[in-house]
């Protein structure tokens, strides 16, 4: 499976990054994809587009397994849809007119909120108490306090 990132959408929505400056939006999205893209994602090359161009005016760049494209001189939408075409391709966007648009040639179309971090649906790992360097039965002492703390506020 390959994967076309609908960049600025993901970054607007996200609580993550929805406030940082431009910039800062791309540093984040990229970065986070680069570490934990196929966690997130699932297994494949992850392309991320943006639209304009970046400071450095440089129109295409690779962060570890990520590529980052720059539409120049089309929209990003319109570069999305163009890499859409073929076999095999998820573009993670949530923009209702451009998922239909890639749809149409046959792309699976997957949310925004499935690159942000910590999203609710998405179940965070499970670590054993010991590892943490919590003493045998500290979940029992945990569930005693919430009796004791929440039971007389319900």
Do not use: H
């Not at 046959?106 to 003493?135: H, T």
């Amino acid at each position: 499976m390959r994967y076309v990132v609908d960049g600025y959408n993901v970054t607007k929505r996200d609580p993550a990054t929805a406030r940082l400056s431009l910039e800062g939006q791309r540093e984040a999205l990229v970065a986070r994809l680069a570490v934990r893209g196929e966690g997130l994602l699932g297994s494949g090359p992850i392309m991320v587009v943006f639209d304009g161009v970046p400071d450095a005016g440089i129109g295409t760049f690779r962060r570890g397994s990520v590529e980052v494209r720059f539409a120049r001189l089309e929209t990003a939408d319109d570069l999305i849809v163009r890499l859409a075409e073929g076999e095999g391709v998820t573009v993670v966007t949530s923009d209702t007119g451009l998922g239909i648009r890639v749809g149409a040639l046959g792309a699976r179309v997957l949310g925004s909120d499935v690159c942000f971090e910590g999203r609710a649906g998405k179940p965070s790992p499970r670590y054993r108490a010991s590892s943490a360097g919590l003493p045998p039965g500290a979940n029992k002492v945990t569930e005693e306090l919430k009796k004791l703390w929440l039971d007389d506020k319900e």
